[in-house]
């Protein structure tokens, strides 16, 4: 299978070098934002380097796109013009609307279109889910959430990245409603960019903090932390509270939080750092699931319709943030 991956930064790099070592991934096609700027990268991996989307486009079977998100939208119409299956990174457009075009147009065209939330493949996130779904937790009470990035991204990713809620905390939103198969009805979250290091977002009137409740479905309620800066490392990690036992997703020996109790194990020598670290086996099953799903028709674990779900409580999020209330998620239409 021909495969082309469009974007190769710091995402789009890892994917071109997990599916370069697929053994069912005969070539792989590669490009920038600009001519020559995969090059390094394809002669490093022995593939080829196209000087633009549409050239990468003419030549495979499927394509993941991981530019940045505010290019996704053209990409995503160019991959569906050509009758692509298509991987995109989350989100899928930046606002609503656009969303629901691009979702209407994969189904037109008849692609497969799967959106990369890599939660749903990492092994903690599917464990949780799995002991739910057994009822071995028995009713689900609370949950909580955090996504702590170690240091704000660079200003060029800020700037076509959306905001803290669409960017980052759309991967709770998305994992709570994977993890326990509620809906999440409403969010109430408050946002606050007041520390030195939350400049670059101030910049461009986004959040570098935020903490939120949401109501699920069934009764449940759940709470999420979100930061842009946690120098202890990159801390991602849900909990969930039930009425037969509490478990913890992403609570291991790496997980850059210290207990001061006495007697209790130390920081860890070596935290995790940042999302390429924490998730990358997550992100080579995601890789290696879209080439199952081209190649033999697996089952789409991130169809479009799980994505916009999650935008959506992202949108209400942010507007819950803006106008300090609680937000059905209804009202986001
Ligand atoms: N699922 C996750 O855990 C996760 C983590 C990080 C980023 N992401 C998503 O992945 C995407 C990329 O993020 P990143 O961290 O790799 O960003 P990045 O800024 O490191 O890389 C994006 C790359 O896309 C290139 N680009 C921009 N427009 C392009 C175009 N039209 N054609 C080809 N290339 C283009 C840029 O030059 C850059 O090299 C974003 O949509 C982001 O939301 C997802």
């Known amino acids: 299978m021909r495969v082309g991956v469009i974007g190769v930064g710091r995402l789009g790099s890892l994917f071109a ?10 070539e792989l096609a590669l490009a920038g934002s600009k001519p020559g700027s995969a090059d390094e990268l394809a002669d490093e ?20 796109i991981a530019a940045s998100t505010a290019a996704h939208p053209e990409l995503v119409r160019r991959a569906a013009a050509a009758g ?11 606002d609503l609307a656009t969303t629901d075009e691009l979702i209407e147009l994969a189904a037109s065209a008849g692609i497969e279109l799967q959106v990369g939330f890599q939660r749903r ?79 670059p977002y101030r910049a461009h009137a986004d959040h570098g903090l935020a903490v939120g409740t949401m109501r699920l479905s069934g009764g449940s309620q759940a709470v999420f932390t979100a930061t842009r800066h946690n120098p202890a490392g ?12 509490s478990i913890a997703v992403g609570w291991d020996a790496r997980m850059p939080l210290r207990s001061i109790e006495p007697g209790s194990p130390p920081a860890p020598i ?9 998730f990358s086996p ?19 674990v991130c169809p479009p319709h799980e994505a916009r ?25």
């Open 45 to 64: 991996l022995g593939v080829q380097s196209m000087p633009d989307a549409d050239r990468v486009l003419a030549v495979v079977d499927a394509v993941v």
């Open 84 to 94: 692509l299956p298509t991987f995109c990174e989350k989100p899928i457009a930046l």
């Open 270 to 278: 070596a935290p995790y750092c940042d999302f390429l670290d924490r």
């Open 309 to 333: 779900a999650a935008f959506v409580v992202a949108l209400a999020a942010g507007r819950s943030a803006a106008q300090g209330r609680p937000v059905p998620v209804s009202e986001i239409t």
């Open 121 to 199: 493949f990492d092994a903690g996130y599917v464990g949780a889910r799995d002991l739910i779904r057994s009822g071995r937790l028995g009713d689900i009470y609370l949950v909580r959430t955090a996504s702590h990035d170690p240091a704000p991204s660079p200003e060029s990713f800020i700037a076509t990245s959306g905001d803290l809620f669409r960017d980052l905390v759309i991967h709770d939103f998305d994992a709570v409603r994977f993890v326990t198969n509620r809906e999440i009805e409403e969010v109430f979250a408050v946002g606050g960019a007041g520390f030195p290091e939350f400049e």
């Open 17 to 26: 070098r997990i599916l370069a070592g697929h053994p069912a991934v005969t």
């Open 234 to 245: 990159y801390d991602v990690r849900m909990e969930i509270f039930g009425s037969a036992g």
């Open 282 to 300: 997550a992100y080579r099953a995601e890789m290696h699931a879209f080439v199952d799903l081209v190649l033999k028709g697996t089952d789409n």
